[in-house]
């Protein structure tokens, strides 16, 4: 399972699974020279989804346990979580130019689901959680520019009742207004996109590898063996 940390808060990302397909970022054209392999991004998604829960069930099935709703006694959930996300110190560990530190657990049926397609737990751990959160950064950095600030400072002062101090939750309609009034929306926009091209530009090293590694686990994904037993259970996120 992964977690994040910041100097001021910690965030726990509750489904690990759900990380293998979070990120919103396009990460350019192309595609893996299989004739199986879908040409879609979402088509590609759902095989990488499916591969990954066939393997982590026939690897579970090897430990004598099953993904299935049935409510479990404690001490069987804290086995099966513990042989599906890892257990003991996260060995994985990736900090984040927005301050958050990402952690995982390099044992468990998912990573060796993950190594199984991707060749290298490690490098697709580092390279997927930096281009997930690329958006994120590129936030971050838009947060410092001038322009930005003096917008937010219009927005605050708009929201903000006549002799009050300001709402932390200001109503979504005044909200709203306040946001095209004073030009937050539009210098977002602007930003946002010109800030995600230079961090785009600085994490290229991670979006050659995220490419590399998701091409060669679609590839994986297409040539895995018709499964042995039928694939029962729920789902990973």
């Known amino acids: 399972m992964f977690r994040t940390t910041t100097r ?31 040409s879609g991004k979402a088509a590609q998604d759902a095989l990488l989804k499916a591969a990954e829960h066939r393997l982590v069930v026939d690897c579970l099935s090897g430990r004598g346990l099953s993904l299935t709703s049935r409510p479990r006694a404690p001490d069987k959930e804290r086995e099966l ?12 560990s990736v900090t984040l130019a927005t301050g958050a530190t990402v952690t995982a657990h390099e044992d468990g049926c998912l990573a060796g689901a993950r190594q199984r397609l991707y060749g290298d737990q490690r490098r697709w751990f580092r390279a997927q959680v930096v281009v997930d959160n690329l958006r994120a950064e590129a936030q971050a950095r838009m947060r410092d520019d001038p322009a930005h600030r003096a917008a937010l400072a219009r927005w605050t002062r708009c929201v903000t009742p006549p002799g009050s101090p300001r709402p932390d939750r200001p109503d979504p309609a005044v909200a709203t207004r306040c946001s095209r009034e004073s030009g937050l929306d539009e210098v977002r926009e602007r930003l946002e996109a010109a800030e995600l091209a230079a961090v785009r530009a600085l994490r290229r090293d991670e979006l050659t590898t995220y490419r590399q590694l ?21 789902t990973l996120s």
């Open 214 to 234: 998701r091409d060669r686990a679609l590839r994986q994904a297409v040539e895995l063996p018709a499964p042995t037993h039928p694939q029962k259970g729920t």
């Open 8 to 38: 001021t808060r910690c965030l726990l990302l509750t489904a690990a699974a759900a990380l293998l397909l979070s990120g919103c970022t396009a990460v350019g054209p192309g595609a893996p020279a299989h004739p199986a392999v879908p």
């Open 81 to 92: 979580q513990s042989a599906l996300f890892g257990a003991g110190p996260r060995e994985l």
